[in-house]
């Protein structure tokens, strides 16, 4: 569903959101809180390659009377191109999943090291204290971390001028991190007890790549994204009919990282959110 489908006092909720623990700006306990004010009736926070946010998540969706679904999104890699699976109703306590989400944790963290070289080499005074101090312990690192530590430091004045000419694809400072397959992802998630989908198919430019990843052993697909209209939605939504596949759909808030996209944006309803819930066995 989007925001531009206006129903009375419907049930919303925003399947896609990152808080603090990956490169969202706010904590998990404020993103909960924002939810339920903008009422919102249940949230899946998912941040990139961590399920950090739910230790703090949990209590404040208790008290704020809102409904949580376990969430996660976890980068993957298919023939070079990175691709984010969304991974959902998975076991909290699952120690694969955990031990998969600190993998990725040392990953990104060897990675910031390599991009601060390289900024570093092409004349920027930026120490790894000038980023690590900024960063939380536990934080999954990513790069817009490192575009807030040049604006910190004058040389960039926006988080996407960071990307546009040092730490995008392509760029001079670009570094992949070497991730895993979407197999192994799609079969860690199945491990872990959970549901893995699809994230954003409206973004995957290359068809060859979207034609492989629609035959895999996913469960649903991303219906619903960011400011995707209603129409542009369709052809996925098609898509998850034909294979009985489940949907979601969310904003892919960040807060301030990325202005321009608010909470609870695009959503689901509350028979989408319930078929992806009754996969859920977790108790908040
Ligand atoms: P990483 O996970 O470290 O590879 O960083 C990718 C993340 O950076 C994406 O998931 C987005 O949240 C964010 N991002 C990518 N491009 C931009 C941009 N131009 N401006 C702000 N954030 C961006
Ligand atoms: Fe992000
Ligand atoms: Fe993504
Ligand atoms: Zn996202």
Request: aromatic share 8%.
């Amino acid at each position: 569903m989007h925001s531009t489908e206006i129903t009375p006092n419907p049930f919303r909720a925003d399947m896609h959101c990152h808080s603090t623990c990956s490169d969202g700006s706010l904590s998990p306990r404020d993103l909960v809180l924002l939810a339920a004010q903008k009422g919102l009736k249940a949230l899946s926070i998912t941040d990139h390659d961590t399920i950090g946010a739910y230790v703090e998540a949990i209590p404040a969706a208790r008290e704020a009377g809102i409904r949580l679904l376990a969430g996660v999104e976890l980068s993957a890699m298919q023939r070079g191109q990175s691709v984010h699976i969304l991974g959902y109703a998975y076991n909290l306590n699952s120690p694969v999943m955990q031990a998969f989400c600190h993998k990725h944790f040392e990953r990104r963290h060897k990675r910031a090291l390599t991009i601060l070289k390289r900024l570093q080499d092409q004349g920027f005074k930026l120490s790894d204290d000038d980023l690590f101090s900024a960063v939380p312990a536990g934080t999954s690192i990513g790069r817009p971390h490192i575009a807030e530590a040049m604006i910190r430091a004058g040389y960039v004045t926006s988080v996407d001028a960071a990307f546009k000419t040092y730490l995008g694809s392509g760029k001079s400072c670009y570094v992949a991190v070497d991730t895993p397959s979407v197999k192994e992802t799609i079969a860690t998630i199945h491990a872990a007890g959970g549901v893995a989908t699809i994230a954003h198919p409206h973004l995957i430019q290359n068809d060859i790549l979207l034609k492989e990843l629609l035959g895999m052993a996913f469960n649903g697909i991303e219906v619903y994204y960011a400011r995707f209209g209603l129409h542009q939605c369709q052809r996925w939504l098609d898509i998850a009919k034909t294979r009985q596949w489940l949907i979601s759909g969310g904003s892919d808030f960040h807060g301030d990282a990325k202005p321009q996209i608010a909470l609870g944006s695009s959503w689901v309803s509350e028979e989408v959110f319930n078929a992806l819930a009754a996969r859920d066995k977790n108790q908040y």
